[in-house]
């Protein structure tokens, strides 16, 4: 995006009113200027009576705010910059994308309201706090898109798209976005499908073609809440919700009993060590691999039509051993 004057000069008051302030360099770099210009825009800001702190020799010199000039009436706790900390880091899957970009915009103009007091502290979180990457989805070609699904969604557009299901088939889709989804590294957007006025869940990747109608609206349906969309799911496809009953093994009953899997679940202690987990939830593929992944360690007790499923993925994997 090009910078007018104006809109130059507000970015490079926010980086001069960072702690520390800027290099000389640094700005001419992000806003394409020679050692004439930014002179120039300098002097444009003191006539402005901004209260600029040059110090230093030639391009390397350190521009900033007097201290006294910087935001008051706003102070970080250092939970508060904790949870900062853990935003960044939780949302790296979508580096290469609009949302990184400005959360780290975000950030940088919260600097100034860390104390003193929590600077240096917060200086080396990433050596003391991380979170640790899991098998995230890449979505760092798909910017574009991405801001066009936003923009739908903040402005109420209705959009035409091409999306590809997991099992390779296409199909044109009219949609009212309604909620845009994080869930294991990926996004999800819940829309309404206008064919037969269904809320679908979507796999952003899978879209071919997103393209909003700008000229027209839409309202979100009466009541509607994105959490009444996962209330028959295990994870993010819902469907019709039936009673799941399996028994782990003793040996991992304990990384079972630890979490929660389901807000439907009930734990059964069993006398031999093992354990009973019920809850109710749509029988899709998520819950399947869930359960694949306990292997020997989990036999599945009910419906009869997820205990087929289970048996005959074990039986070709066997095969596929033998």
């Known amino acids: 995006m090009t910078l007018n ?18 290099r000389a360099w640094e700005l001419m ?3 394409d200027l020679d050692a004439r210009t930014l002179r ?19 391009e390397d010199r350190t521009v ?29 899957f979508l580096d290469g994308t609009s949302f990184a970009q400005d959360l780290e915009d ?13 600077a240096e502290l917060a200086q080396h979180l990433d050596r003391k706090f991380m979170a640790v990457p899991e098998h995230a989805k890449d979505y760092r070609e798909m910017g574009d898109l991405i801001d066009e699904v936003v923009s739908a969604l903040i402005y109420d557009n209705p959009s035409r798209a091409e999306y590809t299901k997991a099992n390779g088939v296409s199909g044109e889709y009219l949609l009212e976005p309604l909620t845009l989804a994080t869930y294991r590294q990926g996004l999800y957007l819940f829309a309404r499908d206008r064919r037969d006025g269904q809320i679908k869940a979507f796999a952003v ?49 304990q990384y079972v009993r630890e979490r929660t899997w389901h807000p439907s679940q009930r734990l059964d202690e069993l006398v031999d060590g093992r354990l009973r987990l019920v809850f109710s939830a749509a029988l ?15 036999v599945v007790e009910a419906p009869d039509n997820l205990v087929e499923r289970v048996r005959e993925a074990h039986l070709k994997a066997v095969a596929r051993y033998a």
């Open 284 to 298: 899709s593929q998520e819950l399947l691999v869930w359960l694949l992944g306990f292997g020997p360690d989990v």
């Open 29 to 31: 770099e992000r806003f």
């Open 40 to 58: 120039r825009y300098l002097s444009d800001l003191r006539e402005m009576n901004l209260p600029l702190q040059d110090e230093g020799v030639g």
């Open 106 to 118: 975000a950030i940088e103009r919260l600097e100034p309201a860390i104390p003193r007091a929590h």
């Open 64 to 92: 900033s705010l007097d201290p006294e000039y910087r935001r008051s009436g706003v102070q970080l706790t250092l939970p508060e910059v904790l949870s900062l900390h853990f935003g960044r880091k939780l949302f790296t």
């Open 205 to 253: 990747e899978r879209f071919v073609r997103f393209k909003r109608l700008r000229m027209e609206k839409f309202s979100p349906p009466a009541g509607y809440r994105p959490e009444q969309q996962l209330q028959g799911a295990f994870g993010i496809i819902s469907g019709d919700p039936e009673r799941v009953s399996a028994v782990f093994d003793a040996r991992v009953a």
């Open 5 to 22: 004057k104006a809109q130059k000069l507000v970015r490079m008051v926010e980086l001069m009113n960072r702690r520390g302030g800027i």
